[in-house]
């Protein structure tokens, strides 16, 4: 049983090559999350543009359902190689250029419709890539490649714009993309599975609609991340004002102080893929969300830059244990005919609740304290765990048609 759970990556190359893949990627945007918002709150001073270049990079999510409309019909594995190789160009062409805000916003958002293009596809292709009994497993693997976007990523980022500056931070990004792209290869075709209906896009997008609204597991994990995400997201706006007004830290604090919340992501999932039948995938989705409450409070009530650090990466095990929880909880019951668009629905929901986070968090910021904000963010993280607990089925644990 041990070999078993530590050799998942070993034993599906498919599986292994995609992990890889996103791996490198993440750890590339993390990077370049870091300094453009780093460059931003550095030229402008300004809550408010910082909260702007975080919306429009989650801009594109309202997109999830034509992306996972897509992504139910063609070849999953030549559209997130269509996606890295976009967001190569993009990136590098901001590494060249470092245009002005406005036309930063625009390149921005292209960059993360690609990326958000990219999500309903791997998600949806994890069933076809390992067996259904070691989701839960498989899911943790690829939450470690993501977690280490916030770990490194964020510390790298904060290292290298005190180093060598946000250009050469960009450049290394874009060359992430290409490096994802050459490992993507090596991922088998993934071919839409059974008759694709040929429909209006229109129709798709309604018809998954209309089936998360009727899936009681589906439409719980929707609800609560909007609602979950519509107020944790504060954090992304008001950490860095947190940690370099109020407790006096550099670009390299700022740098560690993000990295703490990825290491929580990273540890949860690391637990995750060694035990992972210790832990149902609604206890990890549930349990999940009210540690990142519990995080949230914490980093706002935190004296010191290493106080907010281990704040963040108690609310990094909360996010991590959710993320994994929800996908498994998807894939298990989900058809895997309306997998693609039900993971659209998903990005959707994060958007949503991550655009209105911004909007509110970026005036709240200007006007009161980021401790105040962090406060009032973790009793709305803990109100949305608690309708997790009223709408997801108490049978919603483990089994569901693959």
């Not at 599986?15 to 893949?21: D, P, Q």
């Not at 969300?289 to 907010?308: D, H, Q, R």
Request: aromatic share 8%; hydrophobic share 55%; net charge positive.
């Amino acid at each position: 049983m041990s070999e078993r759970r530590t050799s998942l990556l070993r034993r599906h190359a498919g599986f292994r090559w995609l992990w890889i893949s996103r791996a490198i990627s993440y750890v590339g945007d993390g990077i370049a999350l870091v300094a453009l918002v780093l460059h931003v709150q550095g030229t402008s001073g300004s809550g408010t543009a910082v909260a702007g270049l975080l919306l429009a990079a989650a801009l594109p999510s309202l997109l999830g359902p034509v992306a996972g409309s897509i992504a139910d019909r063609v070849d999953r594995r030549r559209m997130m190689l269509a996606c890295e190789l976009g967001q190569a160009v993009v990136y590098g062409t901001i590494a060249v250029f470092l245009p002005g805000y406005a036309v930063l916003l625009a390149l921005v958002a292209v960059a993360n419709g690609l990326a958000r293009s990219f999500a309903p596809a791997a998600s949806s292709s994890i069933p076809s890539l390992v067996p259904g009994e070691e989701l839960v497993g498989a899911n943790a693997w690829l939450g470690t490649a993501l977690n280490l976007q916030v770990a490194f990523g964020g510390l790298l980022g904060g290292l290298l714009v005190a180093g060598v500056g946000v250009r050469w931070a960009l450049a290394i990004d874009a060359v992430s993309f290409l490096i994802s792209a050459l490992a993507l290869s090596k991922v088998p075709a993934l071919l839409p599975e059974g008759k694709v209906e040929v429909v209006s896009f229109a129709r798709t997008i309604r018809d998954g609609l209309g089936f998360v609204a009727t899936h009681a597991v589906a439409r719980a994990v929707v609800i609560t991340l909007f609602l979950g995400v519509a107020f944790a997201g504060v954090d992304n706006v008001a950490l860095v004002f947190l940690t370099r007004d109020e407790l006096g830290g550099d670009e390299a604090a700022f740098g560690v102080v993000s990295s703490a919340f990825g290491f929580g992501m990273l540890a949860a999932s690391l637990v995750l893929t060694r035990w992972e039948r210790l832990v149902s995938a609604r206890a990890a989705f549930l349990g999940g969300w009210f540690l990142t409450a519990a995080g949230t409070l914490a980093t706002g009530l935190g004296p010191a830059i290493a106080a907010v650090a281990g704040a963040q990466w108690l609310g990094g095990v909360g996010n991590g244990a959710g993320n994994v929880g929800g996908d498994t909880l998807i894939q298990r019951t989900v058809p895997a005919a309306m997998r693609g668009r039900v993971f659209g629905l998903t990005s959707t929901a994060a958007f949503l609740g991550s655009g209105l986070a911004y909007a509110a968090g970026g005036v709240l910021v200007d006007l009161v304290s980021p401790r105040a904000v962090f406060v009032a963010a973790s009793v709305g993280v803990f109100a949305a765990s608690v309708a997790g607990v009223v709408l997801l089925p108490a049978h919603s644990s483990d089994v569901g048609e693959r």
